[in-house]
Each structure stands twice: as C-alpha cells, then as structure tokens.
C-alpha cells in the first residue's frame, strides 16, 4: 500500500492509499476500552459526534446487521446520517456503513481500528472505501478534515470528563 | 467500457465490463410503463421478484432517499434484503443500493434502465457496481444468474396476465 497524500491537521493525519480510499489517523489520552465505550454508548456518542452541535441518536444497533442512524441540528439545517454495522469486534475494530442523506445511495465502508499504545494511549485508525474516486475526492473537498477534528477534538473533552 | 466476459442464460444476458461490474440485459414483452409500473409498485413487485416464492414488501418508497426493504420466504428461510434511492426517474432509469442480510455492510449499486424497443417490448439494463472484485466475484458464484432468470421468468408472466 502506497501512501500517495499524507497531511497532519491538529493532531489529526490524513492519507489516500488508493483512489478509491482515505484513511485517517489520530490519538487519544484514553484507554482503548473508554474510546470503544465513546463509540458505542449512544450517550456518549452524542456529546462529541455532532462537533459540539445537538446529535439525535435515532437508532444505534451495535451489532452485526444492526442499523444506526444519527440527525445533526447544525446551523444549516438538520442532517442525516445512516448505515449498518457489518462487523463488531470489541474493543478494537468496527466496521460500518456510512451514508449522508443529502446524496442518498452514496455509500462510503467506514473500517475503524483502535489500537492501543500503552501508557493510556490510543490510536484510532479509520479508513474509507468508496465505490469511485469522484465520490472520495468529493468528500476530500467537502471540509471532512475540518469536521472530523472538531468531532475528535470534542471527543478529547469528553474523555478528559472522567 | 470492454466486455470482458458475455453469457447467456435463457435470454437473459450476463457481461462484467470491470472487476467490479456485472451487466445483465434481458428482454420484456411489454411497453417500458408496464415493465416500469411492475419494478415500483409494491403489489406487483410482490409477483415476481421473490422467483415464485412469498414475497413481503416490508418497504419500498420509491424517491430519491426512500428505502426499501424485501423479505422472500424462501424453502431454506427467511432471506432479508433492503437499501436506498439515490435516483427515480420513471419511466426509464432506477439507481438503488442493495444489501443481503446475509452479508450486512456489503452494499451494491443497481443502476437499472429500460429501453423502449417499440412493438411493445423493452430492454432492461442492470448493472451492478460492488465496492470489491471479491464482492463481484461472490455475487456471480452465488448462482445469481439462475434466480435472477426465475425472477425475470416470473417478470414474463406477470406482464402477460393484463
């Protein structure tokens, strides 16, 4: 696997490993347990992945074939995001579905790995599988970058809390 | 686009243009409305495309957006199938994503489009994009073919009943 783009934003590394990917990588003060727990607990799903915007979870159904569904209250508008968990691997590997209701049958295979590095450390590893390289250039360009660092940086609060 | 493998099954016509592309073609003796009306109504979708077997129509809001959800009771069981709209334009192109309970998180694009032959027939062009050549590979080893032509042989019927 060649690493064809890297860039570091806040904390936060960005790569495309083919034209049909990114993965992105970042690290955390916090247990592998406690980071699966903020991924999974749809109480605490909520304080961080609407990026400090009120998130309604719908439905969260953390299993093989479960279905979640989120609704962002964001300053534009409410926003729609939905998928199905195609594996649940505890405490270190989930695999989902990921689709934005404003362009409705664009399906993205989000694959997210933790990996834990000792001292209370954690690495979360995410890469996304699209079906074509518009469909990930266009998520490039959408300021996903910028929005996942305000996700994780909420995430780093939430896991400062206890 | 190539043709890198072509068989036909009973009419029924089975191409892969890419690694991850399957393209079947198969022709109707019906107007393009008849055959498009028996692909969206759910009464009609119930004859036929369960290959002779129960069909229920748990969902199909057909729109951009809308989901869909079918369960066939087949002889070996209950088989749950579902996905989304990306694009409705009728009479005459159909984009949806498709999922196999079986295989949650493993999501299609169907992109169907029908053509208008004249005389009262119709030509039905599907082609099927899977997010991997595993997943395409899957898909035609699974005897896909076969139950896609039980279905379309139900197809004939039920447009020759009115």
Redesign the interface.
């Known amino acids: 696997m060649s690493i064809s783009a890297t860039q570091s934003l806040q904390g936060l590394t960005v790569a495309t490993p083919t034209d049909r990917e990114i993965r992105t990588e970042r690290v955390f003060n916090a247990s592998r347990e406690r980071v699966w727990q903020a991924m999974t607990d749809p109480k605490l799903v909520a304080q961080w992945w609407g990026r400090g915007n009120k998130l309604v979870i719908e439905k969260l159904e953390v299993q093989?074939?479960?279905h979640w569904r989120f609704v962002e209250h964001a300053p534009s508008g409410l926003q729609g995001f939905e998928?199905?968990?195609?594996?649940v691997t505890p405490p270190e590997r989930l695999?989902?579905?990921f689709?934005w209701?404003g362009m409705?049958?664009?399906?993205i295979?989000n694959t997210t790995v933790l990996h834990d590095l000792g001292d209370g450390r954690t690495k979360l590893v995410n890469t996304s599988?699209f079906?074509t390289p518009e469909e990930r250039d266009g998520m490039l360009n959408s300021g996903m970058t910028t929005g996942l660092e305000q996700s994780y940086r909420a995430l780093d609060a939430l896991l400062m809390k206890s």
Chains 1, 2 share one sequence.
Request: no cysteine.
């Open positions: 093989r074939g479960g998928g199905r968990f195609r594996e695999v989902q579905t689709e209701d409705p049958g664009h399906v295979i599988l079906h």
